[in-house]
């Protein structure tokens, strides 16, 4: 175990709230976005799962208690 561990800070660039590329966008749309483009600069890929399936696939279940 590294006793001092190194971490690097990147600040992403301002982003325009309610529009996304001059388009006007719901805040789920915007969420979506802004996920996605997190989700890039980490070096993760977008899937086509949907929350079912993950809970299928992790719980065997679809999520419901």
Do not use: W
Request: proline share 3%; glycine share 10%.
């Amino acid at each position: 175990m590294n006793p001092f561990p190194c971490y690097e800070v990147e600040f992403m660039a301002r982003v325009a709230t309610g529009a996304i590329g001059g388009k006007e966008c719901s805040s789920y749309e915007m969420a979506n976005h802004l996920q996605a483009e997190i989700g890039t600069r980490l070096g993760f890929q977008c899937t086509s799962l949907t929350r079912k399936d993950k809970y299928l696939l992790l719980a065997g279940n679809e999520g419901t208690i």
